[in-house]
C-alpha cells in the first residue's frame, strides 16, 4: 500500500473490500430477508473460532472506491449488511453517506471493539472476549448476538446483555462446529432465561454465502 492509498484509506475514500454479494440474511432478527453484502478486509480481535479468518489482513484485499461500491450495492438492494472481518477498523462515513443518498438502510454486524463512524440503522453487536466492546456501543446496539463456544459463553452473555439498552434483542447463536453439542444447551438456557432467542446460522443450511 502507498502513501496516497493509505490517505485514502484513512479518510474512508477507499475501503479494503474481501467480497460483496446479494443474498439472504441468514442471521438474528432479519433472517430470511434479501440483503446486500459488503464485507471489508481487516480485523484484529482475533477469535480463534472465526470463520472468515482470511478477511484478518487487510492488505490481501483489493481497495476499493467507497462511492462506486455503494452504487454497486444499492443496485441490487436497499438493504445493505455491512461485516468482516471488523467493519469498524475503518471510517465509514463516505461509504455510509452515499448509500443513504440512494435510499440504502443500513446495517451493520460489529464486535464493537473499534470506535462507531458512518450512519447505521441497525447494529448488531457481537461481542468477543478478545476485545471487548466500547462502552458507547451497548446503548446503541438494536441486537446483541453472542456466539456459544464453550459453558462459560453463557456466563459471559449475561454480562454483556446488562450492558445493552431493554430494547435490545437478545440472541444466543452456537458456533458452528459446535452446534450438535450446544444447541441443547441454548435451548436450556434460553427455557431459563426467555428473555434471549435463539439465532441460528441458516445461510448455512440454505447452502448459500
Same mark, same amino acid.
Given at each position: 500500500m502507498?502513501?496516497?492509498?493509505?490517505? %485514502?484509506?484513512?479518510?474512508?475514500?477507499? %475501503?479494503?473490500?474481501?467480497?460483496?454479494?446479494? @443474498?439472504?440474511?441468514?442471521?438474528? *432478527?432479519?433472517?430470511?430477508?434479501?440483503?446486500?453484502?459488503?464485507?471489508?478486509g481487516g480485523c484484529?480481535?482475533?477469535? /480463534? &473460532?472465526?470463520?472468515?479468518?482470511? #478477511?484478518?489482513?487487510p492488505?490481501?484485499?483489493?481497495?476499493?472506491? *467507497?462511492?462506486?461500491?455503494?452504487e454497486t *450495492?444499492? $443496485?441490487?438492494?436497499?438493504?445493505?449488511?455491512? @461485516?468482516?472481518?471488523?467493519?469498524?477498523?475503518? !471510517?465509514?462515513?463516505?461509504? @455510509?453517506?452515499? %448509500? $443513504?443518498?440512494?435510499g440504502c438502510t443500513i446495517h451493520i454486524e460489529t464486535s464493537g471493539a473499534y470506535p462507531m463512524s458512518g450512519h447505521l440503522d441497525w447494529i448488531t453487536l457481537s461481542p468477543k472476549k478478545t476485545g471487548l466492546p466500547k462502552e458507547e456501543i451497548y446503548q446503541k446496539a438494536h441486537e446483541l448476538k453472542v456466539i456459544i463456544f464453550n !459453558? /462459560?459463553?453463557?456466563?459471559?452473555?449475561?454480562?454483556?446483555a446488562a450492558k445493552v #439498552?431493554?430494547?435490545?434483542k437478545l440472541y444466543?447463536? #452456537?458456533? &458452528?462446529?459446535?452446534? !450438535?453439542?450446544?444447541y441443547p444447551k441454548i435451548t436450556d438456557f434460553i427455557l431459563e432465561h426467555p428473555e434471549w432467542q435463539a439465532s441460528v446460522q441458516t445461510h448455512k443450511y440454505l447452502n448459500i454465502p
Open positions: 502507498n502513501k496516497e492509498q493509505d490517505i %485514502l484509506l484513512k479518510e474512508g475514500k477507499m %475501503l479494503p473490500v474481501m467480497e460483496h454479494f446479494y @443474498t439472504l440474511q441468514g442471521e438474528g *432478527a432479519h433472517t430470511g430477508k434479501a440483503a446486500y453484502f459488503i464485507r471489508l484484529d480481535v482475533g477469535c /480463534h &473460532w472465526c470463520d472468515v479468518k482470511e #478477511s484478518w489482513d492488505e490481501l484485499h483489493p481497495l476499493m472506491d *467507497a462511492v462506486e461500491i455503494a *450495492a444499492a $443496485k441490487h438492494c436497499k438493504t445493505i449488511v455491512l @461485516t468482516g472481518g471488523e467493519p469498524l477498523t475503518w !471510517n465509514l462515513e463516505i461509504l @455510509t453517506s452515499k %448509500l $443513504k443518498e440512494l !459453558n /462459560h459463553d453463557f456466563a459471559f452473555a449475561q454480562e454483556q #439498552s431493554e430494547n435490545c444466543l447463536q #452456537s458456533e &458452528w462446529s459446535k452446534r !450438535n453439542d450446544m
